[in-house]
């Protein structure tokens, strides 16, 4: 079994940068799709941005593009969200998931639909100000 432990969140002002961290720990997380959700109490949960283990294949949400960047570091078995230029939008919960669909993301489908991923972190929270 995986478990996911997310680290990183904080209060931060409007244009400054956080970066989030997924540790996976139990069995190796190699051969899954790893990707980032976040959440307000008045939105269901919202893809954010999604990669392979491999790093070769990697989607973002409108949203995020250009701001946002994750990667997949094997050694480590984390799975990063680099955040900059932070908005007050930004504001959420974020989680990180897992999933053994890893096709999904070639075939380039479904990847954004929360329910296709089965393992999930507690989250950490992120707070930007005006």
């Known amino acids: 079994q995986v478990q996911l432990v997310e680290s990183g969140g904080g209060s931060v002002q409007a244009g400054d940068s956080l970066r989030l961290s997924c540790a996976a720990s139990g069995r190796s997380i190699r051969t899954y799709a790893m990707a980032w959700f976040r959440q307000t109490p008045a939105k269901e949960r919202e893809f954010v941005a999604v990669t392979s283990w491999r790093n070769d294949v990697t989607y973002y949400s409108d949203s995020v593009k250009g701001r946002f960047s994750i990667s997949f570091d094997n050694a480590k078995s984390t799975v990063d969200l680099q955040m900059i230029s932070l908005k007050p939008t930004d504001t959420a919960v974020y989680y990180c998931?897992?999933?053994?669909?890893?096709?999904?993301?070639?075939?380039?489908?479904?990847?954004?639909?929360?329910?296709?991923?089965?393992?999930w972190g507690q989250g950490t929270q992120v707070t930007v100000s005006s």
């Open positions: 998931a897992a999933s053994a669909v890893l096709q999904m993301l070639y075939n380039g489908e479904y990847y954004s639909a929360s329910q296709e991923y089965d393992i």
